[in-house]
């Protein structure tokens, strides 16, 4: 685990859609600076206590960024090389930190070596870079050859990552992406499609030009220890936790959360020592506002997301509680062009940004809650408590997600004995005492509690 990781933050960008780009490349206009729109956010992301920022596709693609042209180049939609060697330098120059996306499973149509495929057949020199292209046949885009698509889209083109051109060519576009652009790390796209050679490869290279280069797979299903281990990915995307996070809101089921919690990093869980990156929502599913039924639920669920073990992460314009969802099979509904200004001016929750702030300051004040060792207090359909304990430092999270005030009551086995002071509510305290003691909760609202003896 990289040190710098164990502070971080996450406040995600899909460039292409937050900055209003045209939805298709015509590969002939001009760059336009559309980068220059993220760093006019960076005031709002970096106070709101972000200090980590993961863009997805950058470079130069089709149509969505995971249709990738060219892996050396800017997407002309979003400007030049050297637009982003000064988004890089400026957000550096702030101390955050820069991930990109490596969408190295497969390319798009348009990739140089396909279009070379395309024009020469068989006496091309790039056939073998694809994965099962055969001539005995014909695609169904009409090509004079076969080739495998990712899940079938064929306009996603497999590559053969047992080449090794292909590993050199990828290899060496991430060496220059930190020589260019200082990148402190690289989302995995479909990580569980790739090689597991190829990624021991590559994680290898990685470390040799920088050992605390992050690597992060993008994982929906499996066993993540498989991916998340040494000479493989530091990280890996936490879906597992993802569903739980709105529907134990919206089915009054806390049972659920606590349950994939418990088996993922309590006392010998299956990811007990691992930092996964916790997520409510990104770029390919519907928008957290849109998923819980009850909005005021949101403040809950982003307590619960950074007080867990893991890295957080939020979506643009999920701090104001913007809402989305995939509409006739299309994701552009999850990636729209937000206008800052208006977006503070018309919030759907205007005070979700402070709440999410506020837990940004407690979670960079409170190394437990960072990388302290999880144990599950207590779990009833809508109240849920679990402690996070670092250097004999105790801290417990309480969530009420009932629309009443309610009570519940923590043996001392539960809860030490002593007073507990209130990280979430200033100025606000609770004694244990004796064999049990009742906790008041309010409606809709968590206490973060930390033991002062």
Same mark, same amino acid.
């Given at each position: ?315 643009? +314009?999920? %701090? @104001?509680?913007?809402? $989305?969802? *995939? #509409? ?9 062009? !937000? ?87 200033? +100025?606000? %305290? @609770?004694?244990?005492? $004796?064999? *049990? #003691? ?9 206490? !973060? ?5």
């Amino acid at each position: 685990m990289n040190s710098w990781n164990e502070n971080a933050i996450f406040y995600h960008i899909y460039p292409l859609g937050f900055a209003g780009a045209p939805e298709n490349n015509d590969f002939r206009s001009a760059p336009v600076a559309r980068l220059n729109k993220i760093g006019a956010w960076l005031d709002h992301i970096q106070n709101l206590g972000f200090n980590s920022l993961y863009l997805g596709p950058v470079f130069e693609s089709t149509k969505h960024g995971y249709d990738t042209l060219d892996y050396y180049h800017i997407d002309r939609r979003l400007g030049t090389d050297n637009d982003m060697v000064s988004l890089s330098r400026e957000i550096h120059r702030r101390g955050m930190r820069l991930v990109l996306d490596g969408v190295f499973n497969h390319v798009g149509r348009d990739f140089w070596a396909f279009r070379d495929v395309q024009a020469n057949g068989q006496s091309s020199p790039f056939c073998n870079w694809f994965a099962n292209l055969h001539f005995d046949g014909h695609s169904p885009h009409g090509d004079a050859f076969t080739y495998e698509g990712w899940n079938g889209y064929y306009d996603l083109v497999k590559l053969n990552l047992q080449n090794p051109e292909v590993r050199d060519h990828l290899s060496f576009a991430v060496e220059s992406w930190v020589q260019n652009y200082n990148i402190d790390g690289i989302r995995l796209d479909a990580a569980d499609q790739l090689d597991m050679g190829f990624i021991e490869d590559l994680t290898t290279f990685c470390k040799r030009l920088n050992p605390d280069l992050w690597l992060m797979g993008e994982l929906i299903h499996g066993d993540y220890a498989k991916w998340v281990r040494p000479g493989r990915f530091d990280s890996c995307t936490n879906y597992e936790a993802y569903k739980g996070l709105y529907s134990s809101f919206n089915d009054k089921n806390f049972f659920e959360i606590a349950y994939s919690l418990k088996r993922q990093f309590g006392d010998h869980g299956l990811y007990e020592k691992l930092q996964l990156y916790s997520f409510a929502d990104n770029h390919d599913v519907d928008r957290v506002a849109s998923q819980i039924k009850d909005q005021a639920d949101l403040f809950n669920l982003y307590t619960i997301m950074y007080s867990m073990p893991g890295i957080p992460s939020v979506y643009y +314009g999920s %701090e @104001w509680g913007v809402g $989305g969802k *995939k #509409t006739n099979g299309s994701d552009n509904p999850l990636r729209p062009n !937000i206008d800052l200004g208006s977006a503070i001016q018309s919030s759907p929750q205007p005070d979700l940004p402070g709440h999410l702030k506020k837990l940004a300051e407690i979670r960079q004040s409170t190394p437990a809650l960072k990388t302290g060792a999880y144990h599950q207090v207590l779990v009833a359909s809508q109240q849920f408590a679990f402690l996070r304990e670092k250097d004999s430092v105790q801290v417990m999270v309480v969530i009420n997600s009932s629309d009443k005030t309610a009570e519940i009551a923590l043996t001392k086995q539960q809860a030490a004995n002593g007073r507990w002071v209130d990280l979430l509510n200033p +100025g606000v %305290e @609770w004694i244990s005492q $004796g064999e *049990k #003691t009742p906790l008041i909760l309010d409606e809709k609202w968590a206490r !973060i509690l930390q033991y002062q003896g």
